[in-house]
């Protein structure tokens, strides 16, 4: 079965880096549209970040300029680049994608585990 797994969280502090991976596996034909997401205890699920098979990437506002998300399509991975981190960055961070699983020609969207990241001094 497809999986999506993530690392990379961790504590940091405010003003820190930390760059995030995600990686799919199982018997995969199709990789399409990859995102982040976030989500801090007791508020909704945010879209921070999202690229196409073509590569062509948005952002929130509240990360856009700090975060960079990227693809390698030959690994199967996403990655979320993350500099200029403060407290309200602090999350589980979640990636998604939508794929297409040999030998159906359905698309679904696989979710990863989450990982935390924690910013603070």
């Known amino acids: 079965q497809v999986q999506l797994v993530e690392s990379g969280g961790g504590l940091v502090q405010p003003g820190g880096s930390l760059r995030l991976s995600c990686t799919a596996s199982?018997?995969?034909?199709?990789?399409?549209?990859m995102r982040w997401y976030r989500q801090a205890p007791g508020k909704e699920r945010e879209l921070i970040a999202g690229?196409?098979?073509?590569?062509?990437?948005n952002y929130a506002d509240s990360v856009k300029g700090r975060f960079t998300i990227s693809r390698d399509n030959a690994k199967k991975a996403v990655y979320l680049q993350m500099a200029s981190l403060n407290a309200e960055d602090t999350a589980v961070y979640y990636c998604?994608?939508?794929?297409?699983?040999?030998?159906?020609?359905?698309?679904?969207?696989?979710w990863g585990q989450g990982t935390q990241v924690t910013v603070s001094s």
């Open positions: 998604y994608a939508q794929i297409t699983e040999r030998p159906k020609i359905r698309t679904d969207v696989y």
């Open positions: 199982g018997s995969i034909s199709v990789i399409g549209l």
């Open positions: 690229i196409t098979s073509g590569g062509s990437t």
